[in-house]
């Protein structure tokens, strides 16, 4: 029973991350990419500190260190304020199926920075399968186009991958931060929208956006950075084998880019399906190792 529970959750969380990159674009042709970060991530904050109020742990929100908050101010700025700010940037200038496959590099950033950063070993053999992942971004990047020397959108490129990077930072911070998941990323979020808000202002991106932007901009803030998060975490404490439910995972960029296609109208590129599948396979086989 629970395991079946576990499949739900999962599957839930999955479908729910498939639909951002489609919601993305679409928020995007309402907002500018200040706007869309605001909304959605003062939406994800009251939503992570609804459930960090009423979950078993609640008082450890309230009683953290001078420690725990500077270790806050840290990961804020991180995530949500830089990683969205980049990755909102990336999908405002690059088609969609291009910037939702870019930002699986990831992975292979997680794995190069574990070892200086973690004291993680890396094998040959899992060298050599981060360098198949990266060809695949090579393909996503070029469009599967080598001759011209040209990637599709140099600064939309640039700006996925730097998100990339800064999502693996985040993960590794975030791992030797001990704190309750949903307590550290409430806090985390509080200073991050801080930050959003400084820098909006400063910028002059203040306004009030329309409402279809702003129901867009808190969908995003709802499922992607909010409950979608508590579903998988729901999942994984209800599974008896974790690698089994990650797998799952594997499945979102394919159904996004069906989304893509359906609703966004994009035609999705062979150099796209083939850039991915490298990144995935990649990606796997290194795990393995």
């Known amino acids: 029973m629970k395991e079946k529970k576990s499949f739900i959750y999962g599957i839930s969380a999955v479908l729910l991350w498939s639909t951002v990159a489609t919601a993305f674009k679409l928020a995007l042709r309402e907002l500018e990419v200040s706007q869309l970060l605001l909304i959605s991530s003062v939406v994800s904050f009251f939503v992570l500190l609804i459930i960090a109020l009423i979950s078993s742990d609640r008082r450890q929100l309230f009683r953290q260190s001078s420690r725990d908050l500077a270790m806050s ?38 794995a190069l920075l574990s070892v200086p950063l973690l004291k993680q070993k890396l094998k040959l053999k899992g060298f050599l399968f981060l360098l198949l992942s990266f060809f695949g971004v090579v393909i ?115 159904i996004s880019l069906m989304l893509i ?3 966004l109208k994009e035609p999705i590129y062979i150099s796209t399906l083939v850039g991915l599948v490298f990144i995935l396979t990649g990606i796997v086989l290194q795990k393995r190792v």
């Open 73 to 110: 101010i840290i990961m804020g700025a991180l995530n949500p304020f830089a990683y969205y700010l980049c990755l909102f940037a990336a999908y405002d200038r690059l088609p969609a199926q291009e910037a939702l496959s870019l930002n699986y590099s990831w992975a292979i950033a997680l």
């Open 140 to 254: 996503i990047a070029f469009r599967g186009d080598f001759t011209s020397a040209k990637f599709s959108d140099t600064l939309g490129v640039g700006l996925a991958l730097i998100s990339s990077l800064i999502w693996a930072l985040y993960w590794i911070l975030n791992i030797r931060d001990a704190r309750d998941t949903v307590v550290k990323l409430c806090t985390n979020f509080f200073f991050g929208s801080i930050f959003i808000i400084i820098y909006s202002a400063i910028i002059g991106k203040l306004n009030v956006p329309n409402i279809s932007g702003a129901l867009a901009a808190t969908y995003i803030g709802l499922f992607e950075m909010g409950i979608a998060f508590v579903l998988w975490l729901t999942a994984l404490k209800n599974s008896k084998s974790n690698a089994k439910l990650s797998s799952l995972v594997y499945l979102s960029p394919f």
């Open 261 to 263: 296609a359906l609703i």
